[in-house]
């Protein structure tokens, strides 16, 4: 027995007995004739004590001998401490150890095994086993464990029943590039890497298991933006005989369980929004509503007034900041520098001051008098001490990159915080939209998302004003999650692939077993995938997903632990029938 107790259990209460503790040498104080020595495992941190005086000497010896990271077992009595630590469980006791065994030796770590640690992120990335030691990331590492649970048991008590779907698949076009794996014995062909369980969990439906959930990895080939991983986890769930309002309303209570259960926070109805709503009053499909600054589109008082930029533009919008009518010229410069950023993209800005006696001073004040400025406030909102700030252009391009600033100025402000949680659905979504460099209309979600019953003789004559039967939950400015109801009849699928610009013989080809599969039977049905990583960090009140993954990657996709991925050997390409150009 390597333990009979852990480092964060024992108190005063077990004084006076026998124990044996393992684990790690957080630290030790060499004082001469005392040394202490801080054991650390996964559990908490216990204080050992060697006393000279009543220590054994070759004990007392070896512990001097102790470095940083060691791993050791002692046995001992455990002792009342004379100086106290009330910030740890274990701080009113302290192990007077009488047998000390090193049971693994250590190289002095790159960078120290404390909450606040001296490692960049580079190197805490590849040696992540040692990263995983600290508090901050082991414990958002069970943290992610809970808030599983936490699913499966809310899940599970609705009869949902979890099933496991193969990772080695066909390869289809569902938005992102495949991930993809050469098959040995089949010469020339290739599975693929799911980039979701989607079809496997409607084959479930039609299967008849009614209530599906998995918790399952899913892998996409994309360009690596910030705070994205090519290979993540989702809540994936799939329900039969449903109509949306089923699924909101699991999903809504599945939400309101997590939030409850982890966070302790109550949350009544969830707002629903439209996309189209969504896009005219926060320029994105999955707004931060814990705060306001919302759009007011400005043309009927912005336009033929002799304003060059406004007249040309399409649409004129913008937004008040609570309390920025004070921003100095230097700072609104410094903002109007920010919004012409590539990366936003903006070619500049006009601002307006409310000042506090109910008039306005603005950069356009050549052009417009106080009356058309106390219309743009009444349209923004904006109170005495407010700034409004003004963007122009094209309407889709414009609303971009108004959102963009009205989330910087929320982070500058303190309104995003973590403690608070703002969810919401965003519903009808359009169906298709037209890629410009292809020349035709692709899937907003996939192409098994079902159209709105009432939009579907819009297919023909205006198929980018057809509706979709979707839906994305939002929290605090994040998709979590997103589903659909799906077709469920072969016709209409065909109509779909159709629209998409399949050929009969390329559906068949892509999806010939869903469409033979749909000719047995297919219930009504339609589903969810929570994305976990995400939901995870904004529950444990962070913005990025890095640290609740064991081992994730960089922004390149690598992971520098283990160097992959890597080059494989000459022989294993032969076997693959692969010859690398």
Not at 190 to 210: N, R
Not at 238 to 261: C, S, Y
Not at 324 to 329: D, F, I, L, Q, S
């Amino acid at each position: 027995m390597y333990r009979s107790h852990n480092c964060g259990e024992l108190n005063a209460s077990h004084t006076g007995n026998n124990v044996t503790l393992a684990g790690w040498v957080q630290k030790s104080r060499d004082k001469g004739f005392m040394n202490w020595v801080d054991l650390r495992d996964r559990y908490g941190i216990t204080q050992l004590i060697f006393d000279e005086s009543r220590t054994e000497k070759s004990v007392f010896e070896l512990a001097k001998t102790l470095g940083r990271e060691f791993v050791i077992q002692v046995k001992g009595t455990v002792i009342e401490r004379e100086a106290k630590n009330k910030n740890i469980p274990t701080g009113e006791i302290e192990i007077l150890v009488t047998e000390l065994t090193i049971l693994n030796a250590a190289l002095t770590p790159p960078f120290t095994i404390e909450d606040e640690t001296d490692g960049g992120e580079d190197i805490r990335m590849k040696y992540r086993y040692l990263d995983i030691r600290r508090n901050p990331v082991k414990n958002s590492l069970l943290f992610r464990h809970k808030v599983a649970m936490e699913v499966r048991k809310y899940l599970s008590d609705l009869d949902f029943c979890e099933v496991e779907t193969p990772y080695l698949i066909k390869s289809t076009p569902e938005g992102a590039r495949d991930f993809v794996v050469p098959s040995r014995m089949n010469e020339g062909q290739f599975y693929a890497l799911p980039q979701s369980p989607q079809t496997f969990k409607q084959l479930l439906m039609v299967g008849g298991m009614d209530k599906y959930f998995q918790i399952v990895k899913c892998f996409r080939d994309e360009d690596l933006r910030a705070d994205r991983q090519p290979e993540f986890t989702q809540i994936d769930c799939e329900m039969a005989f449903v109509e949306q309002e089923d699924i909101l309303n699991v999903f809504e209570g599945l939400t309101r369980h997590l939030l409850k259960e982890i966070k302790g926070v109550e949350v009544e109805k969830f707002p629903r929004i439209t996309y189209e709503y969504a896009m005219k009053t926060y320029g994105n499909d999955k707004p931060d509503i814990r705060f306001g600054m919302q759009f007011g589109e400005l043309n009927q008082y912005a336009q033929h007034k002799e304003f060059p930029v406004f007249n040309a533009a399409e649409l004129v919008v913008g937004i008040a900041v609570p309390g920025a009518g004070n921003y100095t010229r230097k700072e609104i410069d410094a903002l109007i520098d920010w919004v012409k950023r590539p990366q936003v993209g903006a070619s500049g800005m006009v601002y307006v001051k409310c000042n506090d006696d109910g008039t306005y001073k603005s950069s356009v004040d050549k052009f417009y008098d106080q009356e058309d400025l106390s219309q743009w406030a009444k349209i923004t909102d904006a109170k005495p001490g407010d700034m409004i700030f003004v963007l122009s252009g094209p309407a889709d391009k414009t609303r971009t990159q108004l959102s963009a600033l009205r989330m910087e100025l929320a982070t500058r402000l303190g309104l995003r915080k973590p403690d608070e949680f703002a969810p919401l659905w965003v519903v009808d979504f359009p169906l298709l939209e037209f890629d410009e460099e292809s020349g035709r209309y692709h899937a907003m979600h996939h192409p098994f998302t079902s159209p709105k019953p009432e939009d579907m003789h819009l297919l023909e004559t205006d198929p980018g004003k057809v509706r979709a039967n979707a839906y994305d939950m939002v929290l605090n400015g994040n998709e979590i999650g997103g589903g659909s109801i799906r077709i469920h009849d072969k016709a209409t699928q065909q109509l779909m692939f159709k629209y998409l610009g399949f050929t009969e013989e390329e559906a068949k080809a892509q999806f010939g077993f869903l469409m033979d599969a749909f000719q047995f039977g297919a219930p009504p049905h339609g589903g969810l995938a929570f994305g976990l990583d995400r939901l995870v960090a904004i529950l444990g009140g962070q913005e990025t997903i890095r640290d609740f993954i064991a081992f994730p990657k960089n922004n390149s996709g690598r992971d520098v632990m283990i160097d992959a991925p890597s080059v494989i050997d000459d022989s294993q390409l032969k076997e693959l029938h692969i010859k690398l150009a």
